[in-house]
């Protein structure tokens, strides 16, 4: 029997090294020293790539967030960071596969994307709106009775729009478009009166038109503001514990009201591009109160 | 894997709200088959009349068609389409190009077209084979036999032409059911594109697009068969086959 105190110290001293308690995504990045990080490239501020092709961005900063607190946690200060170029489309593939271990983006968390994936608290709300020429004098949802609005195939904001053309019997002309850079293009030909998507999107694509000057985004929205969160493997609760941990404590310091502004009130990288859009009462909330809930009703 | 499979995801409701997933891809099926057919139809007429021209004495008809086929066969259908779509419009003048623009089915009719002529030019490269392919003396026969140009290829040159190259033509139909789905870039809401939107809205992209796949490989097995339907009945005994 007196194996049993030498035994039980052998457990105590061996824990805090032990990996056989780890699971899920905590347990491969301390197997392999690594962790992956999915990154967009052209989904300005989250993510997207700089002058030097490096991914930078709002999402970006809050994913090393995430890492620092995962290097904390397995005492691993030389955690190696992949980053994984992904698309929306292959996204769910490469995480469920162990491609990538979180996706930095402007993914919008809702219920049914629950099912497959989970995501931690939320850092970004959008509302969809619509932009249009200046010239258009185009500023609530009922002047776009009869004409055409584009908006980006497969999201979320064509459905609303879909819907709202519906109940309203607007008699919109609905022209979907491959991506969000066609959908613009589409407005700036004149092919579309109207392009109806995330206000944050469309505001960084005017910052970048030939004359932003031309655009102006309308005041009324589709829906209510939705929210963004930084996407994980569905059921590792070890791994998200500690990723809502890390940027719930982000968004409450000073810094996390630092870097939102850096990237959304400071000109920003590659071209100086200031997108002039401060926190709205809905984003204040969030960050006072983080929370990875995907009804947009509980932001408002 | 940490992925939750869900093949149920199919009967539940689409945030569309016009009916199921399952529905979703359904009209993305019938846009693809209606854009194949029509698009066979261009590329089929059109690419018969171009590959005759390719086959013409003289040296204008061989110079346009072969012009025609050199345009269309060199560029990626993709640039094809995306010329149609966003350049042709504004090179026209202003009160046209507005029209164009503002088609309803503007993405419909771009694909149609574009992939008909794109495919066109194949279909016209087989066709000439197909009346070269034959013996030189049936021109002859049939000019002995005092019939017109037109006489000699609607009634000698064409129907054996066109039996020796309905194994080929069969793998252009096949490429231009598949070659639709390159429309999903224009905004045409077609089975890939639908599948698409189903990945993204409920993140089930594994059964989204093994749904699509086998779509795919259904209607063109169909086409196959019938193709070959076709190839028995039509064959001339004592050609082709043994």
Not at chain 2, 124 to 151: D, I, N
């Amino acid at each position: 029997m007196r194996f049993i105190p030498l035994a039980l110290a052998a457990m105590l001293l061996g824990a805090p090294a032990m990996a056989a308690e780890l699971t899920g995504t905590l347990q491969k990045v301390k197997e392999t020293g690594s962790i992956a990080m999915g990154v967009r490239d052209s989904s300005v501020p989250f993510s997207y790539l700089d002058e030097q092709q490096k991914p930078v961005g709002y999402a970006i900063d809050i994913c090393y967030k995430i890492i620092d607190a995962v290097k904390k946690e397995l005492n691993l200060p030389n955690l190696k960071v992949q980053l994984v170029p992904v698309l929306s489309s292959n996204r769910i593939p490469l995480m469920a596969n162990g491609t990538i271990d979180l996706e930095c983006g402007s993914t919008t968390n809702n219920v049914d994307r629950e099912k497959q994936v989970s995501f931690t608290n939320t850092h970004y709300l959008t509302a969809s709106k619509f932009v249009a020429k200046k010239s258009e004098h185009l500023n609530t949802i009922a002047e776009l009775a009869g004409k055409t609005v584009v908006s980006t195939a497969g999201t979320t904001n064509i459905v609303q729009l879909n819907q709202v053309n519906a109940a309203r019997k607007l008699g919109i002309n609905v022209v979907p478009a491959k991506d969000h850079a066609e959908a613009f293009l589409m407005v700036e030909t004149g092919r579309a009166s109207a392009f109806v998507m995330d206000d944050i999107i469309l505001a960084s694509l005017i910052a970048s038109a030939k004359d932003p000057s031309a655009y102006v985004i309308s005041d009324d929205a589709f829906s209510a503001a939705e929210p963004y969160g930084i996407m994980v493997r569905k059921d590792d609760v070890p791994f998200k514990a500690l990723a809502d941990k890390a940027t719930r404590e982000f968004y409450l310091s000073p810094e996390g009201k630092a870097t939102y502004a850096k990237w959304f009130q400071s000109p920003i990288p590659p071209k100086g591009l200031n997108l002039n859009t401060p926190m709205s009462a809905g984003m204040k909330h969030a960050f006072e109160h983080p929370s990875d809930n995907p009804d947009p009703a509980s932001y408002n | 894997m940490g992925y939750h499979w869900n093949w149920g995801i199919f009967w539940e409701q689409s945030p569309e709200g016009t009916g199921t997933y399952f529905d979703m891809l359904v009209q993305g099926l019938e846009t693809t088959l209606v854009t194949a057919a029509l698009a066979w139809l261009i590329a089929f007429v059109v690419g018969s009349v171009v590959g005759v021209l390719r086959t013409l004495p003289g040296r204008v008809a061989p110079a346009i068609a072969t012009c025609w086929i050199e345009l269309f066969r060199n560029m990626p259908l993709l640039v094809q389409l995306f010329l149609w779509y966003f350049v042709v419009p504004d090179l026209l003048p202003g009160p046209w190009g507005v029209w164009l623009k503002q088609l309803p089915n503007a993405p419909f009719i771009t694909a149609v077209l574009g992939i008909g002529f794109f495919m066109s030019a194949r279909v016209a490269v087989q066709v000439a084979s197909g009346v070269e392919a034959l013996p030189r003396g049936q021109r002859a026969a049939a000019t002995a036999l005092g019939l017109t140009g037109p006489q000699t290829y609607r009634y000698v040159l064409l129907p054996m032409a066109y039996r020796i190259i309905l194994p080929p033509l069969t793998s252009e139909l096949l490429n231009t059911i598949k070659n639709t789905s390159v429309a999903l870039t224009i905004g045409l809401a077609e089975l890939t594109a639908r599948a698409r939107a189903v990945q993204e809205f409920s993140f089930q992209v594994f059964e989204a697009f093994t749904a699509a796949t086998l779509a795919y490989l259904v209607v063109n097995l169909i086409a196959t068969l019938a193709a070959r339907w076709l190839e028995d009945r039509v064959r001339v005994p004592g050609f082709g086959k043994p």
